[in-house]
C-alpha cells in the first residue's frame, strides 16, 4: 500500500459506550503515475484536475472532488490522491462485481450467518431474515437503498462464491479500471480488519463512480429512493430507503452511494444531472456525529458546479 500523506486521530464512542482511539502517523509522499489503462475517455481523465482558479467555497471535507460526468475532467479538488478509508462506498464495487457477473434473476437463500456477521460489527442492515429466498437483483437494491451488510454478505457468499473469492474479485475490477490507490479487503467497508485496511481516494472513486454508472441496472439501483418486496413464497415482506440525503432533496441527484465509520467519517459519492450538463463528485471525512450521512458539501460542490458557465 502507497504511504498517506496525514495524521488521522480520531476519538469517538462506538456502541456499547467504548471509546475507541484511531492514531496514525503516516509520511507524506508524492502520488506516483498510475500506469496507462485503455478506458473510455471519461474514465482516463479522470484522475487529471483543471485548472479552475476558484473553488466551491465552505466544503469541510477532508478530501473532496467534483468532475465533469461526461468527459472525467476534474474541475475541482482537495488532497485529490490522498488514500483513506471511504466506508460503505465500497458498496458500489461490491454491486459493480455482481452486476458484470450477470445472472441478475438468481435466487439465493440469504445465510444464517448474516445476523451473527451484523451483530458482531455493529454493522448496517437491511434486515434480512435468514433462510429467504431473493433474487440478486433484490439483494442489490438491499445492498445499496439502505447500505445493508448483510445484504453484502449474501451476495459475497453467492457470487465468490465465498467472501474471499469475492473480495479478490473486487480487487481485480479496481486493477482492470486503473484504481491504482485503492484496495478491498472486505465487501462492505467496514473497519476490519483495520479502520484503513480498506481505501482509496478521490480521483480513484470519480473513476469507479463513472464505471458503475455506465451500467443500466446500477443507475437504476442508485437513483432509487425506496424499495418494496411484498410477501411471497419463501420471502417475507421487506421495504428499503435510501440512505442518500440528495435523493429527492437536491434537483437534478441521482445517486450514487453513503458510507460512514469512525474511521471514515462522512463520505458520499454523488452525481447529478440538470439542463444536459452531469456532475460527479467524492466527499471524504465530512464532519458529522452520527452516522446519518450530510449532504452539505455534496451539495457546495454541485452548486458550485452547475454556476459554472458552459462545463
Avoid at 90 to 117: C, E, F, H, N, Q
Wanted: net charge positive; hydrophobic share 45%; aromatic share 8%.
Amino acid at each position: 500500500m502507497a504511504a498517506r500523506a496525514r495524521v488521522a486521530i480520531r476519538a469517538t464512542r462506538l456502541a456499547g459506550g467504548a471509546i475507541l482511539v484511531a492514531c496514525m502517523a503516516l509520511a507524506a509522499t508524492a502520488p506516483s503515475s498510475a500506469a496507462s489503462v485503455t478506458r473510455p475517455a471519461a474514465l482516463a481523465a479522470a484522475a487529471a484536475p483543471s485548472r479552475v482558479a476558484t473553488g466551491p467555497s465552505g466544503v469541510q471535507a477532508e478530501e473532496a472532488a467534483i468532475a465533469n460526468a461526461a468527459t472525467g475532467r476534474v474541475l475541482w479538488s482537495r488532497e485529490l490522491n490522498a488514500e483513506r478509508p471511504m466506508a460503505s462506498i465500497t458498496k458500489v464495487m461490491t454491486a459493480l462485481v455482481v452486476i458484470r457477473a450477470g445472472d441478475l434473476g438468481r435466487r439465493i437463500t440469504v445465510p444464517s450467518a448474516v445476523i451473527g456477521y451484523v451483530l458482531s460489527h455493529d454493522a448496517s442492515s437491511a434486515g434480512l431474515h435468514p433462510g429467504d429466498i431473493l433474487t440478486a437483483s433484490q439483494l442489490l437494491y438491499a445492498l445499496m437503498l439502505p447500505s445493508g451488510a448483510d445484504a453484502g454478505y449474501t451476495l459475497a457468499v453467492a457470487y465468490g462464491p465465498g467472501i474471499a473469492a469475492f473480495v479478490a474479485k473486487m480487487n481485480a475490477t479496481a486493477r482492470a479500471l486503473g484504481l491504482t490507490r485503492t484496495h478491498f479487503t472486505n465487501f462492505d467497508g467496514l473497519p476490519y480488519p483495520t479502520g484503513y485496511s480498506t481505501y482509496s481516494t478521490a480521483a480513484n472513486l470519480i473513476k469507479l463512480g463513472l464505471a458503475a454508472m455506465k451500467s443500466a441496472v446500477f443507475r437504476s439501483v442508485a437513483d432509487r429512493r425506496s424499495y418494496r418486496i411484498r410477501p411471497g413464497a419463501g420471502h417475507h415482506a421487506y421495504f428499503w430507503q435510501t440512505t442518500n440525503p440528495l435523493l429527492g432533496v437536491y434537483p437534478g441527484a441521482i445517486g450514487i452511494k453513503t458510507g460512514w465509520t469512525p474511521f471514515a467519517g462522512h463520505c458520499l459519492l454523488f452525481e447529478a444531472t440538470r439542463d444536459g450538463r452531469t456532475f460527479i463528485g467524492v466527499s471524504l471525512d465530512s464532519p458529522g456525529v452520527s452516522p446519518t450521512v450530510s449532504g452539505a458539501d455534496a451539495t457546495r460542490m454541485l452548486n458550485w458546479a452547475f454556476g459554472l458557465p458552459g462545463r
